[in-house]
T-cell receptor, first 116, second 112 residues
Framework: EAGVAQSPRYKIIEKRQSVAFWCNPISGHATLYWYQQILGQGPKLLIQFQNNGVVDDSQLPKDRFSAERLKGVDSTLKIQPAKLEDSAVYLC??????????????FGEGSRLTVL | DAKTTQPPSMDCAEGRAANLPCNHSTISGNEYVYWYRQIHSQGPQYIIHGLKNNETNEMASLIITEDRKSSTLILPHATLRDTAVYYCIVRVAAAAGNKLTFGGGTRVLVKP
């Protein structure tokens, strides 16, 4: 079974530029999450989708971050304009939504962003 | 979701059991204890979860105290590949909207 795919793995940009990250979840997983992980810290949830609807975006800096999940499958996270403090690894995860399941989240390898 | 408290780091010897503690004194009756780990440069990986009873799988064992205010993850025979950050998380199990909220975790170093 294919895992969660993310791209690009690495991206270096200058502040005030824009960047986009792509995520393809595991087939059949209705729930998709974007997490931000700053060096030395645990991942922080940015946004959660259920199919193509937003469940939780309370910690998404909406003045510069945006995310979409068209057709309830792939998702894109965009940052515009980027700030130095946005340097982090952006992790995508997906899960089944079933009360009979474990609730396990499957994570991709992440996209590492460096803002200079 | 209830908060958890874990030691920031610990070392253990290769081949020995590693016991990772976690305090979750404010856990609610419908919240499960989940453990994930994150190996360097990878995304977090699910290990195990439980509600009241002790649980065991191919990766680890989870011991939950009777009052459910704390738990211990046991790696029975630690290997160098078990070096990682281990996160203890409490949350309601599989249901729409139940995100994982990560704390700082315990950085485990397995030494030869």
């Amino acid at each position: 079974e294919a895992g969660v795919a993310q791209s690009p793995r690495y991206k270096i940009i200058e502040k005030r530029q824009s960047v986009a990250f792509w995520c393809n979840p595991i087939s059949g997983h209705a729930t998709l999450y974007w997490y931000q992980q700053i060096l030395g810290q645990g991942p922080k949830l940015l946004i959660q989708f259920q199919n193509n609807g937003v469940v939780d975006d309370s910690q998404l800096p909406k003045d510069r971050f945006s995310a979409e999940r068209l057709k309830g499958v792939d998702s894109t996270l965009k940052i515009q304009p980027a700030k130095l403090e946005d340097s982090a690894v952006y992790l995508c995860a997906s899960s089944l939504t079933s009360v009979a399941g474990t609730g396990e989240l499957f994570f991709g390898e992440g996209s590492r962003l460096t803002v200079l | 979701d209830a908060k958890t408290t874990q030691p920031p780091s610990m070392d253990c010897a290769e081949g020995r059991a590693a016991n990772l503690p976690c305090n979750h004194s404010t856990i609610s009756g419908n919240e499960y204890v989940y453990w994930y780990r994150q190996i360097h440069s990878q995304g977090p990986q699910y290990i195990i979860h439980g509600l009241k009873n002790n649980e065991t799988n191919e990766m680890a064992s989870l011991i939950i105290t009777e009052d459910r205010k704390s738990s211990t993850l046991i790696l029975p025979h630690a290997t160098l590949r078990d070096t990682a950050v281990y996160y203890c998380i409490v949350r309601v199990a599989a249901a729409a909207g139940n995100k994982l909220t990560f704390g700082g975790g315990t950085r485990v170093l397995v030494k030869p």
